[in-house]
Every structure is written in structure tokens, then in C-alpha cells.
């Protein structure tokens, strides 16, 4: 029985350390936003080319650590989940976004239905606008 929980260990640690496996970061800095969004009806046929517009400004901020859209089968909802290295640069990439001609696109295209910040335990209790999200625990592949 004692080699049978050694041989489970052993392989256990073996495959945590093929994936490189890292505990999360519960006093991390970075966080991640999920947009949930429903597609206006008259710009469905127009989404695909905003949001390679919107991909490649995005591209041109700093501290962005992904930036991805996700499109329903039926093309009536979005999702975007996006990392940055903070919440500031979450808001200073908002900031950008929405005073730009894009951001006006992206209002007339776009309703959406929620916000989701999710972080470490450095992240304020509440931001308007934003459903906050505090990390209790995980762990990341790299």
C-alpha cells in the first residue's frame, strides 16, 4: 500500500512538473475582464471587421496581456476576455477605446450586459460600472 501512494505521488509531481504548473497569485496585479455583449441586429453582418479593428488597436497598447472575441454561432453575442497587467491599465485602455472613432463603432455595434473584473486581493471592493471578482485560489500552466 506504501509504494502504491509513493508511485501516485511520485507520478502526480512528475506530471505538475511537465506542466509547469504555478499556484495563482492572489496579490497579483493582473487582471482579467470578461464582457458579455449582445450584437445590435442591424451590425451583425459588420461585427467581424470592427473587432479586427478593435484586435489591431488594442495590439498598439502597452501592458496588454491578451485580447480575445469570442462570436455565438448565431452571431448575437460576444464575449471578450481580456488580461492586462493592472486595473489601471484596464481603465486607461477603456479610456482609449471609447474616445476614439472606434469606441463610437463599438457603442452603435454593441449593448452590453455586463463587466467582469477579476483579480487579486489588491483589487478594490467595488468599481461602478464593474462586477469585482477576488481571487481565493487556482493555479496557471506556463
Known amino acids: ?15 505538475c512538473n511537465a506542466q509547469k504548473l504555478t499556484a495563482t497569485d492572489v496579490n497579483s496585479s493582473e487582471v482579467t475582464v470578461l464582457v458579455d455583449i449582445k450584437v445590435n441586429p442591424q451590425f451583425k453582418s459588420e461585427v467581424k471587421s470592427l473587432v479586427k479593428d478593435l484586435v489591431e488597436q488594442t495590439m498598439k497598447e502597452a501592458n496588454v496581456i491578451s ?43 454593441f449593448t452590453v450586459n455586463s463587466i467582469v473584473v477579476a ?15 477576488k481571487s481565493i485560489d487556482g493555479f496557471n500552466s506556463k
Not at 97 to 103: H, I, K, M, Q, W
Open 67 to 109: 485580447y480575445n472575441y469570442y462570436l455565438s454561432p448565431d452571431g448575437e453575442k460576444v464575449l471578450i476576455i481580456e488580461q492586462y497587467k493592472s486595473l489601471s491599465v484596464f481603465q486607461d485602455h477603456g479610456k482609449t477605446l471609447f474616445s476614439s472613432p472606434l469606441g463610437k463603432k463599438f457603442t452603435s455595434y
Open 1 to 15: 500500500m506504501k509504494q502504491i501512494l509513493f508511485i501516485s505521488f511520485l507520478l502526480s509531481a512528475i506530471v
Open 119 to 133: 483579480g487579486g486581493d489588491n483589487l478594490p471592493d467595488s468599481v461602478p460600472r464593474f462586477t469585482i471578482m
